[in-house]
């Protein structure tokens, strides 16, 4: 039987204090704390991260997105970091979303955000202008298009 204790980030509070008296932020892809509960344990081992999950086969980015958005505007975060399985359809949509609610509020510069997914069992760190590129299927066929 799976049991999960990762909060998920739609059930708490804005100002929780689950995650209050965190540095930082990160938000990770449900299934991270089961299938790869050994690179989740990396972000465990310290206390900078307050950790929280989502499922977006479950609840629409716009729901998560806003609820991150009010998470931000109450708590001070120095960073906000997303770690997902790479490839997932579902899961890139959680880089988005951040990458969105940072563009609303304003947050360019003022709170450092971090992607990192899970490739073939590695953790990666990948930029936010490779997620910024990955939202425009036009600009990822015009770079394909040009490599060699």
């Known amino acids: 039987m799976c049991v999960y204790r ?3 980030l ?5 100002k929780s204090k689950l995650i209050r008296n965190y ?3 990160l938000i990770i892809g449900r299934c991270v704390e089961i299938e790869h509960n050994n690179i989740l344990s990396k972000f465990l081992g310290t ?17 998560v997105g806003l609820k991150l958005a009010g998470i931000l ?12 399985v790479d490839g997932s359809p ?5 880089h988005f979303m951040v990458e969105e609610v940072f563009k609303v509020m ?3 510069g003022k709170i450092l955000r971090r992607h990192f997914v899970i490739y073939e069992g590695e953790l990666l760190e990948v930029s936010t202008r490779a ?4 939202r425009y299927l036009s600009r990822v066929d015009k770079l394909l298009r040009s490599a060699p």
């Open 131 to 134: 997620v910024k590129i990955a």
């Open 90 to 94: 579902h899961c890139v949509q959680l």
């Open 73 to 84: 505007a109450r708590c001070n975060f120095k960073e906000v970091a997303v770690l997902t």
């Open 6 to 8: 990762i909060p998920k």
């Open 47 to 63: 206390r900078k991260y307050a950790i929280v999950s989502v499922c977006l086969e479950e609840e629409h980015m716009n729901m």
């Open 106 to 108: 304003g947050l360019e």
């Open 10 to 14: 739609i059930d708490i509070n804005a």
């Open 23 to 25: 540095e930082a932020l």
